[in-house]
């Protein structure tokens, strides 16, 4: 059984910082791209940042490009979203996802496997 934990969210103000950690169990996600989306209260789900199997490839939200960065270490089998320069309008659950594949996708239906989610408030 494949197991994505989120944690790293919380409250913190507008130009703060957060770093949200995603373990997964069950499944090593060496060879297989990861991502992060979020849904803001009252949306849908979006993609906020992917990182392909070897980490040399990634892509953001127009919108996080220059604050956010994905990172992975497969030897500890978890991801990470280094969030820098937070705005309120950053303020979403953050979900985990892993996709069977080597390479990423913007779209959620292309990932198989998702956390439940972290917490992310950012005040003005």
């Known amino acids: 059984q494949v197991q994505l934990v989120e944690s790293g969210g919380g409250l913190v103000q507008a130009g703060g910082s957060l770093r949200l950690s995603c373990e997964v169990s069950g499944r090593t996600i060496y060879s297989n791209a990861m991502g992060w989306f979020r849904q803001p209260p009252g949306k849908e789900r979006e993609f906020v940042a992917a990182?392909?199997?070897?980490?040399?490839?990634?892509d953001y939200l127009d919108s996080v490009k220059g604050r956010f960065t994905i990172t992975r270490d497969d030897a500890k089998n978890t991801v990470y979203l280094q969030m820098n320069s937070l705005k309120p309008e950053d303020t979403a659950n953050y979900y985990c996802a892993f996709r069977t594949a080597r390479e990423i996708e913007l779209y959620s239906t292309e990932y198989q496997y998702w956390g439940q989610g972290t917490q992310v408030t950012v005040s003005s």
């Open positions: 990182i392909n199997w070897s980490g040399h490839t990634s």
